[in-house]
């Protein structure tokens, strides 16, 4: 009787991938029904549940389910050769119930209806357009790093512990849904990872628990980041699976705020996105658009470069290419480089509605 319940399991398995490769197709009827439907109650039940916690209970789910799994392993090690066939089976079948719970508790929204169509921003923009909007935001970061510090050589220092900053991540959330009711956040829920040191080497700031709803933030990367990184998490929170979303609703949300270190941090986050493709267009040009930027920001975004450039590692390459395939697989074509195709976004949405 077990052995038919995992060999159902193993073959519902297949079932899910079809469904999920068929969609796509079905973008408005999963935007209603699961992102704006299901899920929308999901989450909120599962970070009320789970915000009162001082720490990440998903976290702890992950170091469990590793220990088990390593255990499972040790165990079973001679099965490989003796029952290969049943061996398989009981990967094959747990690997179902994964994949189905991924998908049911956040993974459906990478099917989503893509927010450029939602909010009718166009998903094309033009150099001329690139270069217009980048000036504009490093004439706003500029007058915000003059407020922020000393004068225009000396780097932003957010006065805030992290634990303050998150704290104050959904305000941005509260001014931004005055405009854009669909990205209103409920019941908070964003924690310091139990796991940023490993994190870190791995190259990735925060992630999202997919079944617990925790927004995670590596607690090691520098204040400057913060803003930015915990308000793109609290994005993926919201159901917006798609990386480049969720850093475009970040930006939002920190430019937003009623902090102006939040805005800072969040102008920016989104100036240096339009600064890397720039240099990747007009190579030329970016060295004389990037010396009208202040000196103090230009430290500040050395900070950062210089935070990730002291973890490197031979193993971090080898995170970054499979986390890459795994967002191919779902949905983001161009991998772990879809973050930057944000530029698309913040481009349009900035010529119509400047700040």
């Given at each position: 009787?077990?052995?038919?319940?995992?060999?159902?399991?193993?073959?519902?398995?297949?079932?899910?991938?079809?469904?999920?490769?068929?969609?796509?197709?079905?973008?408005?009827?999963?935007?209603?029904?699961?992102?704006?439907?299901?899920?929308?109650?999901?989450?909120?039940?599962?970070?009320?549940?789970?915000?009162?916690?001082?720490?990440?209970?998903?976290?702890?789910?992950?170091?469990?389910?590793?220990?088990?799994?390593?255990?499972?392993?040790?165990?079973?090690?001679?099965?490989?050769?003796?029952?290969?066939?049943?061996?398989?089976?009981?990967?094959?079948?747990?690997?179902?119930?994964?994949?189905?719970?991924?998908?049911?508790?956040?993974?459906?929204?990478?099917?989503?209806?893509?927010?450029?169509?939602?909010?009718?921003?166009?998903?094309?923009?033009?150099?001329?357009?690139?270069?217009?909007?980048?000036?504009?935001?490093?004439?706003?970061?500029?007058?915000?790093?003059?407020?922020?510090?000393?004068?225009?050589?000396?780097?932003?220092?957010?006065?805030?512990?992290?634990?303050?900053?998150?704290?104050?991540?959904?305000?941005?959330?509260?001014?931004?849904?005055?405009?854009?009711?669909?990205?209103?956040?409920q019941a908070p829920c964003i924690k310091k990872s139990l796991f940023s040191l490993p994190l870190t080497y791995m190259g990735f700031s925060g992630y999202?628990?997919?079944?617990?709803?925790?927004?995670?933030?590596?607690?090691?990367?520098?204040?400057?980041?913060?803003?930015?990184?915990?308000?793109?998490?609290?994005?993926?929170?919201?159901?917006?699976?798609?990386?480049?979303?969720?850093?475009?609703?970040?930006?939002?949300?920190?430019?937003?705020?009623?902090?102006?270190?939040?805005?800072?941090?969040?102008?920016?986050?989104?100036?240096?996105?339009?600064?890397?493709?720039?240099?990747?267009?007009?190579?030329?040009?970016?060295?004389?658009?990037?010396?009208?930027?202040?000196?103090?920001?230009?430290?500040?975004?050395?900070?950062?470069?210089?935070?990730?450039?002291?973890?490197?590692?031979?193993?971090?390459?080898?995170?970054?290419?499979?986390?890459?395939?795994?967002?191919?697989?779902?949905?983001?074509?161009?991998?772990?480089?879809?973050?930057?195709?944000?530029?698309?976004?913040?481009?349009?949405?900035?010529?119509?509605?400047?700040?």
């Amino acid at each position: 009787m077990l052995k038919n319940k995992k060999i159902v399991l193993a073959l519902l398995l297949i079932v899910q991938i079809i469904i999920v490769k068929v969609l796509p197709y079905f973008a408005e009827t999963v935007e209603k029904f699961y992102s704006c439907g299901i899920y929308n109650f999901t989450s909120k039940f599962e970070r009320y549940i789970f915000s009162w916690l001082p720490f990440s209970f998903g976290d702890l789910l992950y170091g469990f389910a590793m220990i088990y799994v390593i255990r499972w392993f040790v165990v079973n090690r001679k099965r490989i050769i003796k029952d290969t066939k049943n061996w398989l089976l009981d990967i094959i079948a747990t690997a179902s119930v994964i994949y189905f719970a991924f998908h049911l508790f956040w993974g459906f929204n990478y099917y989503r209806l893509p927010i450029h169509k939602k909010m009718a921003i166009s998903n094309e923009y033009t150099t001329e357009s690139l270069i217009d909007v980048t000036e504009q935001l490093i004439l706003k970061v500029n007058d915000l790093q003059k407020e922020l510090a000393e004068n225009d050589s000396t780097k932003v220092t957010i006065p805030y512990s992290k634990k303050d900053i998150l704290e104050k991540v959904p305000l941005g959330y509260d001014q931004l849904s005055k405009k854009h009711s669909f990205l209103s956040y409920q019941a908070p829920c964003i924690k310091k990872s139990l796991f940023s040191l490993p994190l870190t080497y791995m190259g990735f700031s925060g992630y999202l628990n997919p079944i617990t709803n925790e927004a995670q933030v590596d607690d090691l990367i520098p204040e400057f980041k913060f803003p930015t990184t915990a308000s793109h998490e609290v994005a993926h929170q919201l159901g917006y699976a798609a990386e480049n979303e969720a850093n475009f609703i970040g930006f939002l949300a920190a430019t937003t705020h009623p902090d102006r270190y939040f805005k800072y941090s969040g102008y920016a986050f989104g100036l240096r996105h339009c600064l890397v493709e720039i240099y990747r267009r007009e190579p030329e040009l970016y060295a004389d658009i990037i010396s009208t930027l202040n000196i103090g920001t230009r430290k500040n975004y050395q900070e950062v470069s210089d935070f990730w450039d002291s973890y490197k590692n031979p193993l971090e390459p080898i995170f970054k290419t499979t986390y890459s395939g795994f967002l191919k697989a779902n949905q983001q074509k161009g991998g772990i480089e879809s973050y930057s195709y944000v530029v698309a976004l913040l481009v349009n949405y900035l010529e119509n509605n400047p700040n």
